[in-house]
């Protein structure tokens, strides 16, 4: 008989869903950002069950329990989890066409922390969290958002002063 994985019990949240079976990827718009408790190890330990924090009719089709491949979540070290939200900041996309960049936004705002002016995705009265960790992530607010907020960025809109 194996040892019981130090996984469980911890606390984890859905920060992607690039590896995770089908039938998880197909509720990603609706369970990226949301958190839970590892409760079991599935398929030799390839992927997680996650249990969602919350009531069974506020969750993605009823549904508490969703198998999550390891590389998806981001697992907390302690078993309590984390004492804030792991992001602050809601996403907002800058209008470059196909191109567009995603940037840091507070909630009910339309400028994100660099200042430039955005668009917020809502998804039925809920927002897709700010992920620091995507390629077309704003360094600028991707540095900002790191900040302790004892320090806070700076939450003008106005562009910093130039050197004349």
């Not at 992927?47 to 924090?53: M, V």
């Not at 069974?56 to 070290?77: A, K, M, N, T, Y």
């Not at 840091?104 to 994100?112: F, G, L, N």
Request: hydrophobic content about 35%; aromatic content about 4%.
């Amino acid at each position: 008989m194996s040892a019981p994985s130090p996984r469980i019990g911890r606390h984890a949240e859905i920060v992607d869903l690039l590896h995770s079976p089908a039938q998880t990827r197909a509720w990603a718009s609706v369970l990226l950002g949301r958190r839970g408790t590892v409760v079991a190890v599935l398929r030799n330990g390839t992927l997680g069950l996650l249990k969602l924090d919350g009531q069974s009719h506020e969750l993605p089709g009823g549904v508490l329990r969703w198998p999550v491949h390891w590389d998806d979540l981001l697992v907390h070290d302690d078993p309590a989890g984390p004492e804030k939200p792991a992001c602050d900041y809601r996403l907002g996309l800058s209008n470059h066409e196909r191109n567009a960049v995603q940037h840091a936004v507070r909630v009910k705002q339309k400028v994100s922390l660099c200042g430039e002016a955005v668009r917020p995705l809502p998804t039925l009265g809920w927002c897709l969290p700010f992920l620091p960790t995507t390629t077309r992530a704003c360094p600028v607010c991707v540095h900002l958002a790191e900040r302790p907020a004892e320090v806070g960025p700076a939450r003008s809109a106005s562009p910093p002063p130039s050197s004349r």
